[in-house]
């Protein structure tokens, strides 16, 4: 009877009780989608770092790590990696050549880090091939070989270029776009572009400040073009110190969610590259292996270390520690995150249980003149203030996990802010990610809040003097 | 049987700076099954002395027996328990629990005795059948007129099966077609199931149907009149 009484109390005043559901509702979502979108980045930053650049155990000659001299070659490579097909944790592996070379375009010149890979080895540790904005990933052979290179590396040597061509104009959406808008294009003229800028500064004379504002950045994207099969000539030195310049031609550009990463590593088939710069064969300065999952990769590269004492092993939490450390950070901040949250959801159940005893102090003097002990009067006040909080907890649980699920799969886009995230190597769309662990872990704090915010007002309940109580109105 | 017992009971309120005699010395008995009227202009002690009868305020000179028991010696917990069990209450203005159906307003009380769900379920409806509302069984208070809601809170004061019913002004707010319903009500209660009926009251219909007037004047009693 105290829990049925403690539920009928909760609907007396619908208002009040549905702003406080709608509180613990809000407060879950906060709390889950917040830890959900941190988790979710981090998540996806340590996929990115560790299936485009890092891998999960990397296998170097010791004195590479100090100074990356191309002759700094992993001894006994074939040994190495004969060893690693027999060991279960590793699901894939693949040796590489790493050098730096200056890289010059018809337009400009960057200095890159050129990786030298077996492509059917390399697409089974690394995502980069998925990752292509045009082109493909050093597939068949070639008179001039392949090089893929990273957008910004692309944009770096002046290979994005961009060129409002008659063709380009009449697949122009004109759902999307003004027909006036589309006719001041044709005024640009065939011209091509190479800077971003020098494009915006002729939509800008062509456009009005209003159309370029509202669709300057959509026709920059539009009209932009990767110049796709352009040459790069590399100047690098040979195993003997002789300066080579051999000759690339751009089949794949790709996009990561690190810009970093983009403008400063091409790739190119291995084999060329060790022809080229006389390397042997079977000589490589890197193996790349992923292992069954990120702990076991951590857990890989422990064991690896014993095995092949003569070269430098080391699992991704070594090799990239802070973003072993994000984990860590990203619980650290979920937690003062909740707990801010809950905090404030606290005060709303304190302050609404508070006005229920106070606008009942008749009633519940009563009830305590007719026979209803402290220990009763206590278990119905906390009684309301759980039903409160589970009834929001429920709400909230199937709001956040709608919206998880949607977004889940959509992913929350932070677009205007791509830039910056991309900067730092995240990406600016997200997917939130929240194990079962979490969200129960909330909905308990949740609930474990509302119950101890419900101990002020019973306690001020139990002080009441029901002779007092019953004389108020 | 003697049910209440007051011996030389005196309160005196300390609370403000100025020292209050609610209640000078006073010795009353009631026995099983009267149907007595405690009178009085306000400020007499009328309220005082009901509360003392009822167990919510304690004599700070001076001992009250119920059914025997000193209840001076009663604390906390073991003076809610021992009103829960001994003794029934109505109120002037109801007092009814507003989320609860009259059913349920009255098995409450038995509930927290610890009473069967079937004993409960059989009391209940007899009692609102009892006080003319075993057609009301699942009505909210605000779905009942006051007379009807007065009735309930009769049922539910009965409900415990108390020594003695204690009614403050129980008619205050009530009409005269509901007033005499409810005396009348009462008054069979206590003469076919001897229920021992005290009340506090203004209204000269209770005070007429009452079989012992007792008039209260400043903290003294100063006429016991039976009938």
Redesign the interface.
């Known amino acids: ?1 105290i829990l ?2 403690g539920w ?2 909760v ?2 005043n619908k208002t009040r009780s549905m702003v406080v559901i709608v509180a613990v509702m809000l407060g879950i979502f906060g709390g889950v989608m917040a830890s959900g979108i941190m988790k979710g980045w981090i998540a996806q930053r340590i996929h990115a770092s560790i299936y485009n650049e890092i891998s999960h155990v990397q296998i170097h000659n010791p004195e590479f790590m100090l100074n990356e001299d191309m002759n700094l070659t992993i001894e006994n490579a074939e040994q190495i990696l004969n060893v690693l097909d027999t060991i279960p944790e590793v699901v894939a592996y693949s040796p590489r050549v790493k050098l730096f070379a200056m890289v010059k375009s018809d337009w400009s010149t960057s200095g890159l880090y050129v990786k030298g890979v077996d492509r059917d080895k390399e697409i089974e540790v690394s995502e980069i091939y998925k990752h292509l904005l045009e082109g493909d990933f050093l597939e068949g052979k070639h008179r001039i070989p392949s090089i893929v290179i990273g957008s910004d590396a692309a944009k770096a040597l002046k290979l994005l270029n961009y060129q409002v061509t008659p063709e380009k104009i009449d697949s122009l959406n004109v759902e999307e776009y003004p027909v006036e808008i589309i006719s001041k294009l044709g005024d640009i003229g065939d011209k091509r572009f190479r800077k971003e800028k020098d494009f915006r500064e002729a939509l800008t004379e062509n456009l009005t400040k209003h159309e370029y504002k509202e669709y300057g950045d959509k026709l920059v994207e539009y009209f932009s073009f990767y110049r796709l099969g352009a040459k790069l000539e590399l100047t690098l030195q040979d195993t003997s110190g002789q300066i080579i310049n051999p000759v690339f031609k751009i089949r794949g550009i790709y996009k990561t969610s690190n810009t970093m990463f983009d403008g400063l590593t091409a790739f190119v088939d291995r084999q060329k590259l060790n022809t080229y710069t006389k390397l042997g064969e079977n000589d490589i300065h890197e193996i790349a292996i992923i292992s069954t999952g990120n702990d076991e990769g951590k857990e890989l590269g422990i064991t690896l270390e014993e095995y092949f004492a003569g070269s430098s092993v080391m699992g991704w939490d070594k090799i990239s520690p802070e973003i072993a450390m994000y984990t860590q950070f990203t619980s650290l901040m979920g937690i003062i995150f909740v707990g801010i949250i809950l905090f404030a959801l606290a005060f709303g159940i304190i302050n609404t249980m508070l006005m229920s005893v106070l606008e009942r102090v ?2 519940l003097g ?11 009067v206590f278990y119905m006040i906390m009684a309301e203030s759980i039903f409160l909080t589970i009834t929001g907890a429920i709400a909230g649980m199937i709001f956040s996990g709608i919206i998880l699920e949607i977004t889940g799969r959509t992913g929350i886009n932070f677009n205007m802010y791509a830039e910056g995230f991309e900067a730092l190597g995240y990406s600016s769309v997200v997917y939130p990610t929240v194990s079962w662990f979490d969200y129960i872990s909330i909905i308990i704090l949740v609930i474990i809040t509302g119950i101890i915010s419900s101990i002020w007002p019973a306690r001020k309940a139990l002080k009441l003097n ?2 007092e109580a ?1 004389r108020t109105d | 049987m003697k049910v209440i017992e007051l011996k030389k009971v005196e309160k005196i309120y300390n609370d403000s700076e100025v020292k209050v005699h609610a209640v000078r010395g006073i010795d009353l008995e009631f026995e099983e099954g009267e149907f007595a009227a405690i009178v009085g202009p306000s400020g007499s002690g009328k309220t005082t002395l009901l509360n003392m009868l009822g167990g919510l305020d304690k004599p700070t000179v001076g001992d009250i027996y119920i059914g025997g028991t000193h209840i001076n010696d009663l604390s906390g917990s073991k003076l809610i328990d021992f009103r829960l069990f001994n003794i029934g209450f109505v109120f002037q203005s109801y007092n009814l629990i507003p989320v609860l159906t009259a059913k349920e307003n009255v098995e409450f009380i038995m509930q927290m005795q610890g009473i069967s769900q079937e004993e409960r379920y059989q009391r209940t409806k007899a009692l609102l059948e009892e006080v003319g509302l075993g057609d009301r069984l699942d009505s909210r208070p605000k779905q009942l007129s006051g007379g009807q809601q007065q009735r309930v809170a009769v049922a539910r004061a009965l409900a415990s099966k108390p020594k003695f019913v204690l009614a403050d002004e129980p008619t205050a707010n009530l009409d005269s077609k509901s007033t005499e319903n409810l005396l009348e009500i009462m008054e069979k209660l206590n003469k076919e199931e001897n229920i021992t009926f005290i009340f506090s009251t203004h209204d000269q219909r209770v005070v007429k149907k009452a079989r012992r007037v007792i008039t209260v004047e400043d903290g003294k009693v100063l006429s016991d009149e039976r009938k």
Do not use: C, F, T, Y
């Open positions: 009877m049925s009484i009928k109390n609907w007396r008749k009633e009563m009830l305590m003149a007719i026979g209803m002990n402290r220990k009763r029901p002779v019953l």
